[in-house]
């Protein structure tokens, strides 16, 4: 049996389980270092998001089906579902139809549904959570069969790149020209020199796809193709960033020196979105999720500053932070607490054990800059002398993970 038909019954197994029982709140699938996550409302489906490119594909799903919808960046909050967020208010305003959002929504469901079931092995989690009830949002719902459509495209497009020995090749990557002057003496030059234009470093696979106006198979058998003839390679690229974090994100010159950032947190998407904080002004992260294996690689990066998750499956923060603090290479390397929870004796006890300051998992982007910068960049900070490890209450929210 194939990993796609595999991952198919797996996740049609489970799609069908928060069908008949009706709830409402998140489901989590992950695999390895990848995270998904799938929001419904009494079963139906509200929206779907995480992987590698969560932003470029709302992109790319909008440019496909509303290429003219514009909206003001002034209009984003740093919320959790503000791509959905963003699709209720442009139905509000008249910009788009229910159905264009609709058909919206089913693309990006589509893409994430192939990026599940084209994993051989996933881990599901269910998270009870509330979510709006108004009109737009239940006509906005995937129904039962709505789920079961989409989720047979997804199989039939991820069996297809299966069958033609493709499979190994995600559409998240990049393709990068290596030889351009072969390039162009290929045959077909019209289309070449197509190509020639969009691997720029910066479109995925799934980006050539839509500005080609080809199926998936096509764009990636191509370029297979090139690849086995030397003429290009394929690299891993960030997502973009939110138009709520560009606009949010304090307009501060790069580090001089490439400062590393630990990032220890059983969450995935911690460390990655810290990383769309952090890395456009010249950090370096390093997640680490297993934070019993992740010591030794710990001490060969080093960091200038590490984040710390307070709580984790196998061993609490406070237990990694106290044995850190005994430990010679890393007594003088700052500590941050990184948690959901805020309580004062959260943060008394992060200071016996050693921390040196302490953030809510809401805080907004400038406050993480800031405290970054505190310790990392003292010049830069605007604030040195306040301590986090005190409550504060009126941080700004955004989704830093859970």
């Known amino acids: 049996m194939s990993a796609p038909t595999i991952g198919y019954i797996k996740l049609a197994n489970t799609l069908s389980i928060v069908s008949q029982k009706q709830v409402t709140g998140k489901l989590s699938v992950a695999h390895g270092n990848q995270e998904w996550q799938l929001y419904f409302l009494f079963g139906h489906l509200l929206y779907a998001s995480g992987g590698l490119h969560p932003t470029r594909r709302w992109y790319r799903a909008v440019k496909k089906h509303c290429p003219n919808l514009k909206f003001e960046v002034n209009q984003f909050t740093n919320v959790q579902l503000w791509e959905y967020k963003l699709l ?9 139809t229910l159905s264009q959002a609709k058909t919206i929504l089913r693309t990006i469901t589509e893409e994430v549904f192939f990026a599940i079931i084209s994993q051989p092995g996933l881990t599901r989690r269910w998270h009870p959570q509330k979510h709006s009830t108004s009109q737009t949002t239940l006509n906005l719902l995937l129904s039962r069969r709505e789920i079961k459509e989409v989720l047979a495209s997804a199989k039939i497009l991820s069996q297809s790149l299966q069958d033609e020995g493709l ?8 393709p990068v020209i290596k030889n351009r002057d072969k390039l162009l003496n290929q045959e077909h030059s019209e289309s070449v020199l197509k190509i020639d234009k969009l691997l720029n470093g910066k479109l995925t696979i799934w980006d050539i796809r839509l500005e080609m106006k080809m199926s998936l198979q ?12 030397g003429l290009i390679y394929f690299m891993n690229v960030e997502d973009l960033l939110p138009p709520s974090e560009k606009n949010h994100l304090p307009a501060r010159e790069k580090s001089v020196k490439q400062a590393k950032i630990a990032c220890i947190d059983d969450s995935y998407s911690t460390g990655f979105l810290l990383g769309k904080i952090l890395k456009p002004l010249g950090y370096e992260i390093l997640q680490i999720q297993d934070p019993i294996k992740g010591l030794v690689l710990l001490e060969e990066c080093k960091p200038d500053l590490i984040f710390l998750d307070l709580i984790m499956p196998k061993v609490s923060g406070y237990t990694i932070c106290e044995f850190l603090r005994k430990t010679t290479t890393f007594q003088g390397i700052p500590i941050v607490f990184l948690s959901t929870q805020d309580s004062i004796i959260d943060r008394t006890r992060a200071r016996i054990v050693g921390a040196n300051d302490y953030l809510c998992k809401s805080s907004c982007p400038e406050k993480i800059v800031e405290v970054v910068e505190k ?3 003292p010049k830069h900070s605007i604030n040195e002398s306040k301590s986090s490890l005190e409550p504060t209450y009126n941080l700004t ?6």
């Open 167 to 174: 499979s190994h090749i995600n559409p998240d990557l990049v």
């Open 218 to 229: 096509v764009v990636t058998r191509s370029l297979y193709s090139f690849e086995k003839l």
């Open 397 to 402: 929210l955004m989704a830093v993970g859970s």
């Open 375 to 377: 310790y990392v960049n």
């Open 88 to 96: 209720q208010t442009a139905i509000s305003n008249n910009q788009i």
